[in-house]
């Protein structure tokens, strides 16, 4: 996006890491974690210059009033009847409370227009980013809005399910081999915090929860567990080991968020080939003014059947990406420019392949970045971008990983 790239200007490269400015930001911020977040001392070493970034990236506010758009029309599109009958599946019967850290990704065209490359139910990054905004706006946890309502939601789904969220809640974070995960500080962080609001808080491991007499456990001596943070990407709990979790997700005897349902409203990703159909929109009653602005942000995405053969794709595979329906996180996605024939070949064997129109992310300086927001229900809760440089978001880069993002 050239008008983006215009105002985000002098972005640190790999080789200012070693400058004192920057040395003293990330002293800064691990400071700011280690009193923020007591937990933290379980997780002795992060490497802090691969996650957040001292930089700095201006946008027009009307980047910000797009995604909010794009955000509501997309939310009142889930809440619509027709459509709810047509992709909902019985276990979501009892879910009745909306998922927290809803998270929307989108690059920016040649023309500063949003196009939408996914929609995330299990975002990671928002204390992360919490973290970064308050060391660059000498903010502290007690004053910094977005926790205030990221709060607020996990008090509004609890309700919703039926518990009090003022008395001590027994919650867990949970996800398959949460050690090794990438952004396993945040596990730390949001154990702290959620223990600040006087609940209980246990990390652990999907496959230990166990589920009988209506009641979600873990090992142990421990109460029945009320709230899951859930972070796997075992978006419908298919796997074995996520039986429990299953059960308990279709008996609804605990708040399990963020939720199945909202997987197959929004962040599955054949709903945007469904989007992309002519028609498809209107069909399920949603205001002109809201299919307009799910328009102008879709990525157009196709399956192998919206085309006349694999011949047709191959030839036109450099206007495209690759990936398949349920890949999280960049992994297993193709850019058609630089496919190979055995890879490509290998995609069109499997009848999940999702193939969506590319749109580069914006390039500044070396880096390139998408823009991510935290959405709870229809609101927008926070910003950030991520800056990388490869093919896909991955974290490897020196002063790349989460960026502020001024919108101005």
């Not at 459509?83 to 927290?100: G, N, R």
């Not at 440089?389 to 919108?407: A, C, I, K, M, P």
Request: hydrophobic content about 35%; aromatic content about 12%; glycine content about 4%.
């Amino acid at each position: 996006m050239q008008q983006a790239g215009k105002r985000a200007t002098n972005l640190l490269q790999p080789s200012d890491l070693a400058s004192p400015g920057v040395q003293e930001f990330y002293q800064t911020v691990n400071q700011t974690a280690r009193e923020t977040f007591l937990g933290l001392a379980a997780c002795p070493e992060i490497d802090w210059p691969k996650i957040l970034s001292p930089s700095k990236i201006q946008l027009s506010n009307m980047v910000f009033e797009q995604a909010q758009s794009i955000v509501q029309s997309l939310w009142n599109l889930s809440c619509q009847p027709p459509y709810q009958a047509q992709f909902l599946d019985p276990i979501d019967e009892k879910t009745h409370h909306d998922s927290v850290l809803m998270a929307y990704d989108f690059h920016l065209d040649s023309t500063g227009q949003l196009k939408l490359i996914e929609i995330n139910t299990n975002a990671s990054g928002f204390l992360l980013v919490s973290l970064l905004e308050m060391v660059h706006f000498k903010k502290t946890i007690v004053n910094y809005t977005p926790l205030t309502a990221l709060k607020t939601s996990f008090e509004l789904a609890l309700e919703k399910w039926g518990a009090d969220p003022k008395q001590n809640v027994k919650s867990a974070l949970t996800d398959e081999d949460w050690r090794g995960q990438r952004m396993l500080p945040e596990f730390y962080m949001y154990q702290e915090w959620f223990k600040s609001f006087g609940w209980d808080c246990e990390i652990a491991e999907s496959k230990d929860f166990k589920f009988q007499n209506h009641e979600l456990t873990l090992p142990g001596p421990s109460r029945p567990i009320q709230l899951v943070y859930n972070r796997t990407t075992d978006f419908h709990f298919e796997k074995e080991i996520h039986l429990a979790l299953k059960n308990t997700y279709a008996a609804g005897a605990a708040c399990i968020t963020p939720t199945p349902k909202a997987y197959r409203l929004l962040a599955d990703k054949q709903r945007m080939t469904e989007w992309s159909r002519p028609g498809a929109l209107e069909s399920w009653k949603l205001p002109e003014t809201q299919v307009q602005a799910i328009q102008s942000a879709l990525l157009r995405s196709y399956t192998q059947v919206d085309f006349e053969s694999s011949d047709q794709i191959w030839s036109e595979r450099k206007k495209y990406f690759f990936k398949p329906r349920r890949s999280h996180g960049g992994k297993s996605v193709y850019r058609g420019s630089s496919i190979s024939k055995t890879v490509f070949e290998r995609l069109m064997s499997e009848p999940s392949t999702i193939i969506q129109e590319h749109c580069p992310p914006s390039e500044v300086d070396g880096w390139k970045f998408d823009l991510r927001f935290f959405v709870f229900k229809d609101q927008i809760q926070l910003s950030v971008a991520r800056m990388y440089r490869g093919q896909v978001t991955n974290f490897s880069s020196d002063l790349g990983g989460f960026t502020l993002v001024e919108f101005t």
